[in-house]
């Protein structure tokens, strides 16, 4: 049973076999055969190393989930962590505050071109969802064309992106995903023998599948720009400049970037960094501040008063 210690604060056990007996009892680990699961607990970490409850040490090579490629407990991660915590936790979006001002305006500096608009969220999926739905809403067209081979996450919107088997038990998604093969020398969908080869014929692919599925109607591409969990499949030279470059897909709407969202109006540019994480809850996306906001879709006015719930 937990208890509070003497300065108020929750007092929990920490030795293995309570922490084993806890995890395996109580926590859902996601991906994972639940009965087939014997999670190593961790105790503690610091730079490339954790440890655990014995004081066993485990040297890191994969960064937890390649997310916490800063090192476990950076001293000037942990120290900001604390000062905010102690000034601020909590800010509704109605409001403006120093650090996420900050923050925005450090990943506008880093961004590309012209993508000046920074919107959080707290994770990837929730930025695919985001991406999504402002890809449709600027464009005025609902298809999506992603990758077999991909993650784009867990929610419901991005597990239907999902190019791969833990998508299915989730069938039927979200209506309006198409896919399409990315370039794979080493299991070439299209028997090619060169890495030249295989980047002409994805993108010949790509381009046919646009046509065959209605350029008109789609709104974005997404994709990975090195593929992750499904094999870190780095593209061909060239693959990801051939999606970027609009006339690639004569008639197409979107992909000019990497991973990249850019629908008609040019607004949206949606992007995850694996570089420089330290593995806090974390996701945003970059937009181009509309150049002509009269050109976009008027969306209906909707107050309490035509929802007939003020009071
Ligand atoms: C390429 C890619 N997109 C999206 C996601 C989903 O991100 P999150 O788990 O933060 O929702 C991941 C997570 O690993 C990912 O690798």
């Not at 593209?235 to 970027?244: K, N, Q, T, W």
């Not at 991973?259 to 570089?275: D, E, I, T, V, Y």
Request: proline residues 6%; contains cysteine; charged residues 25%.
């Amino acid at each position: 049973m937990s208890m509070l210690d003497e300065t108020g604060l929750l007092a929990f056990p920490t030795d293995e076999e309570t922490v084993r007996k806890n995890d395996m009892a109580h926590v859902l680990h996601s991906w994972a055969a639940q009965g087939h699961i014997d999670a190593v607990p961790i105790a503690g970490g610091e730079g490339a190393w954790f440890w655990d409850p014995n004081g066993r040490r485990y040297l890191d090579f994969s960064s937890q989930l390649v997310n916490v490629n800063i090192g476990y407990q950076h001293p000037r991660l942990v120290a900001a962590v604390q000062e905010q915590a102690g000034r601020m936790v909590t800010v509704s979006p109605a409001f403006a505050n120093d650090a996420r001002s900050e923050a925005a305006r450090l990943i506008a500096e880093l961004a590309p071109g012209d993508l000046d608009m920074v919107f959080f969220t707290s994770g990837g999926a929730e930025a695919n969802e985001m991406a999504i739905r402002m890809a449709r809403v600027h464009s005025g067209r609902h298809k999506i064309l992603s990758a077999y081979r991909s993650y784009h996450g867990s929610t419901a919107g991005a597990s239907a992106l999902t190019g791969e088997p833990r998508r299915w038990a989730t069938e039927p998604g979200m209506p309006g995903v198409a896919r399409f093969w990315g370039p794979n020398l080493y299991r070439s969908p299209f028997h090619a023998t060169t890495e030249q080869e295989e980047c002409e014929r994805a993108l010949q692919h790509l381009r046919d599948t646009i046509v065959a599925e209605g350029s008109h109607t789609v709104a974005a591409v997404i994709l990975e720009t090195v593929v992750g969990t499904n094999g870190i499949l780095v593209p061909p030279d060239g693959y990801l400049a051939g999606v970027r470059e609009r006339r690639a897909v004569r008639g197409g709407t979107t992909h000019r970037g990497p991973s990249a969202w850019r629908p008609r109006h040019g607004l949206l540019h949606q992007r995850r960094r694996r570089g420089q994480r330290d593995g806090h809850p974390d996701g945003a996306g970059a937009l181009r501040p509309a150049q002509d906001p009269g050109r976009l879709p008027q969306l209906p006015r909707v107050d309490s008063r035509s929802l007939g719930t003020d009071r």
